[in-house]
């Protein structure tokens, strides 16, 4: 919260934490972007690599999660769906729960195909 911002780090920084909290949510929003252009133009691969330098962030970009969920599942690796979850519950945003349940449908998913 600002209040424990302004305690950590001073009153006076929170004009410039601000600033950098802005600049990190453009971001993470411009690498989602990117990576959906670069998926519909027929380049997954390149996409998933964006998409997981912004989840490497903690990025809280829900459309980020469920794509890269999307993409493991089709290939079978709940493995890497796992290791989406895993980041996926440290995250500290309204977001995590309708995450963490796709990425559960997602696991299910791979589950349900095997069986």
């Known amino acids: 919260t600002n209040t424990e911002l302004k305690l950590e780090y001073g009153a006076a920084n929170i004009t410039a934490l601000s600033e950098y909290d802005q600049n990190y949510t453009l971001l993470a929003r411009t690498l989602q ?3 959906e252009v ?3 133009a027929g380049h997954a691969d390149e996409a998933v690599v964006l998409m997981e330098f912004a989840v490497s962030t903690n990025t809280d970009v829900s459309s980020t999660y469920y794509q890269l969920a999307d993409y493991w599942a089709a290939r ?3 493995d890497k769906i796992e290791e ?3 980041t996926a519950q440290g995250l500290r945003s309204s977001n995590k729960g309708a995450i ?3 990425l559960k449908q997602s696991q299910d998913s791979i589950i349900g195909r095997l069986f």
Do not use: N, Q
Request: net charge positive; proline share 0%; charged share 35%.
């Open 33 to 35: 972007k990117w990576a």
């Open 38 to 40: 670069l998926a519909e």
């Open 76 to 78: 079978g690796r709940g």
């Open 84 to 86: 989406l979850t895993r």
């Open 100 to 102: 963490l349940r796709h």
